[in-house]
């Protein structure tokens, strides 16, 4: 196996091993896990290929000491990710309210399957759409992307990566297990054409006691371990120099909207959708997989003549609104489609519901992608 | 005049007017082991990275040290300390917890990372009981014993040995002291740290407030009276039986082996993996 960290070239690719060489590509040095049905290619992958690249991938006792071994990881200045599917993000998710209060950069990969509870662990839903948003106790902002093939698998780690840095933040990757087991296409750029990012840290020989290292809307420089900074690391409510403070209401109220904040300020640069409702009345919003379904519906629509078009959520946390918005103003129909029973749904009927008419349209069996003869009779039962 | 400056304040975050120990908690005696092996060894504070999880104990590190520190999820801090070793293999790495933190709602991540041998120093403030909440029974609340939650008496099998499950999962150095011995103590924590390996010690501490005055087993110095009494060290304990030693405390290193630490092993892993030799 070669050491190199981008394997430049055009490849027929798993989705979740395309996962694993975007993870590596953006500088992935640290990866923790636990085996788990539908992500474990990533983890095998992850596994083989960090090694030599002088990283490594750590199967730890459980979905919890993995989360934590990535923060803690995160810390030591090491860009860090975990991959799992939901029952893992169940067991993460204390966790992950910890890396948001404390700032941390980490990617989590959750490749979504058949559930509640155990489910089915080979089919693909999408069914912790929410969870992704609202897992942890408390009011708090994530950012979740949704890649819908396995080249936006690879492109996406990287832009959680980068996101996760800039935004010192866990930054989701909620795949499926349609997508994550999808082999097409992968075109892997050269090394020079990747964009990475790495999070800001204080100055060198900075003054241990007056680093302001979190609660800044700006994004604060991250007091990374081992550097002197004598970081002071709590995730209970603390001030901008990370000390603790148990008694403040104020404290308390600063500490929960700079955390929200500082995501919502930077919704803009966060935000990707697809935009192909140019001229449209019937507008399909969708994500992931399903967004290809959607596709092929309009374009089939647009052929007997409907004027349908689409709108696909790539950023889905922090929820664009505004998006959902602009799209709406332009339709008189939406319709909305997730292989699920309709999670986003009432998010996007909120910005929407003001300026055009709002539908769901669950797949037959939720399990399977929404067959497009389906949402062609939906588009042809909302045109009448 | 000058002021009088305890040799160890340098060790201590500025910032810290107070901590938040009640009046006769063996913590402070922790705080006072850990700082004198450090400055002992002639370290500086910048070559740890402390981290805790949740609970009194939890509270020796962080915010007390004038240090890296990371103050976690409750049950979690080997698991985080962990990763924070993977990234920084240079630093020391020292976790300082409680009974309840460390072997009832964590035990999995100490036995698993006992048996990975992962260079790290694990320190439990063993007191019995859970102290911020209130006085609730923990895994190691001997049998019997009335507390908040168990009002009529745990009726639970304690953890008895500590110390021993962990050397059973694979530690490569574990000792156990009382907070009656200091010193002893103290010399423990310096072997620790310089163990490349997991090491781990146990210290039986009292906990007056929350354990001794709820359960009537006494005062602060009565219950460190007590410890010591029936502390025994290994040779004395060959020489019992099983029911001779039923409530001794074994005190003294009790494991310091040399085995394959992780960390060296994954970089073994990382030149074979780009081809050179293991």
Redesign the interface.
Known sequence: MSGKRVHTGRYFMMGNVACAEGAIAAGCEFSAGYPITPATEIANHLAERLPPVGGAFFQMEDEISAIAAVIGASWAGKKAMTVTSGPGISLMSENIGFAVSVETPCVIVNVQRGAPSTGMPTIGIQGDMVQAKYGSHGDYEIIALCPSSPQEMFDHTITAFNYAETYRVPVFILSDAFVGHMREEVIIPEPEKIETVYRKIPEQGSDPYIIKGFLSEDVAPMPIFGRGFKANVTSSCHDEVGKRNLIDIPALDKYIRTLSNKILKHKEEITLVERDYEGAEIVLVSYGGVARAAAMAASKAREEGFPVGTLRLITVWPFPGEEIEKMAKKAKHVIVLENNLGQMYPYIKADAAHFAEVSFLPPRLVGEIQDPEDILSKIREVAK | MSEIVHPLHRFI???VTHNSFCAGCGDGIIVQSILRAIDGLGME??DF?F?SGIGCAAWIP??LF????????HG?PI??????????P??KVMVVSGDGDLVAIGG??LI?NARRNVEMVVICSNNGIYGMTGGQAAPTTPMGVKTTTTPYGTYENAFEDVSGLVIAAGASFVARWTTAHPKQLTNSIKKAIQKKGFAFIEVISQCPIQFGRKTGLGSAVGMMEDHKKRSITMKEAKNLSPEERRGKIVVGDLVDIEKPEVLQE?NK??N????GVE
Request: no cysteine; glycine share 8%.
């Open positions: 975050r500025p910032s504070m910048d990275v981290v962080s915010p004038d240090a890296d520190v990371l103050h976690t999820t979690r698991a985080f300390a962990f990763g924070v070793k993977m990234g920084l240079d630093k999995n991540h698993q994954v892993i990382k074979k993996a780009r081809g």
